[in-house]
Nanobody, 119 residues
């Protein structure tokens, strides 16, 4: 059973920065993809970033160079550095660990951390 501890969310002014952290226990994440997703009130769940086991990164189109994801397998952790934050970035951000095994995709989720961008 995977257990996630997410931190780093909070209130920030437009143009500010936050770094989200997610530590996973119960498994060695080295073979997992690690992602961040978000969901704002009244909006659909959307993918923010993903970093695979080869350290290749992917971002949602709306990120446009503002966010950077990284991982530290020794700490079983994934991070999301967010710069130039906008009010529309306000959402609950969820950490995700995923892998394909024998043709089946497995997804595991953290409990979420609130990010609010407001003046």
């Amino acid at each position: 059973q995977l257990h996630f501890v997410e931190s780093g969310g909070g209130l920030v002014q437009p143009g500010g920065s936050l770094t989200l952290s997610c530590t996973v226990s119960g498994v060695n994440v080295e073979g997992y993809g690690l992602a961040w997703h978000r969901q704002a009130p009244g909006k659909e769940h959307e993918g923010v970033s993903c970093i695979n086991s080869a350290n290749t990164t992917y971002y949602g189109d709306f990120v446009k160079g503002r966010f950077t994801t990284s991982r530290d397998n020794a700490k079983n952790a994934v991070y999301l550095q967010m710069n130039s934050l906008k009010p529309e970035d306000t959402a609950v951000y969820y950490c995700n660990a995923n892998r394909d095994f024998l043709g089946k995709k497995y997804n595991y989720w953290g409990q979420g951390t609130q990010v609010t961008v407001s003046s």
